[in-house]
């Protein structure tokens, strides 16, 4: 087996830590592999593949899409983040509850978030290449967010000595899980 799956403490998020093969020209891994992730249970479809670069200090999140979700298995090319999901499933036991993985270019983990989760993620090197892949595509007028700072939710996020979090102003403006529920 090439890979390693833990599952997290809230259930359907998953670490993968993906075997890395080094020499004196450098490393090779497989990023992805169906067929090892379906032993675990994780058969989902990928259909979008999505990149972004950040600096240091920059907080993108905490995103979904309200009819369209999307399953995402996260990873870092470049640098290292400090990436969160809250649970947004109604029904779920840990309704509300987040899990942080900090995820790097030097230990390749790699977060898989099912769907009915929130997302994001803040940028703890100089500049950070994130990527993921997506279980549907993304779609402009369905996107929904929660604030990143909701106390209900209390997601201790990383400090960044001498930044600031950097911020769009639509993720300033996203309500509260309260605001979600209602």
């Known amino acids: 087996m090439a890979v390693k799956v833990t599952e997290c403490d809230i259930k359907g998020l998953f670490l993968i830590e993906p075997q890395v093969f080094r020499d004196e020209r450098g490393y090779f891994t497989e990023s992805y592999n169906k067929r090892d992730l379906a032993q675990y ?3 989902m479809n990928f259909v979008q593949d999505n990149q972004s670069g950040s600096v240091r200090g920059v907080l993108r999140g905490l ?4 009819n369209f979700p999307q399953g995402k298995l996260v990873r870092v090319i470049r640098g290292k983040v400090f990436d969160v999901a809250v649970d947004l499933r ?3 036991d840990t309704f509300g509850a987040w899990q942080g993985a900090e995820l790097s270019e030097e230990n390749r983990t790699q977060f898989y978030i099912p769907e009915g989760f929130a997302h994001g993620y803040l940028v703890l090197s100089e500049v950070a290449e994130f990527c993921y892949k997506c279980t549907d595509f993304y779609h402009p007028g369905d996107e929904g967010g929660i604030a990143f700072d909701d106390p209900d939710i209390g997601i201790d996020w990383p ?3 001498g ?8 993720d ?3 309500g509260t899980l309260k ?4």
């Open 41 to 43: 249970g994780l058969d």
């Open 63 to 66: 995103h979904f899409q309200k």
């Open 90 to 92: 109604a029904r779920s």
């Open 159 to 161: 400090k960044i000595p």
């Open 163 to 170: 930044s600031e979090f950097i911020m769009n102003d639509r």
């Open 172 to 174: 300033l403006k996203w």
């Open 179 to 182: 605001d979600f529920i209602t």
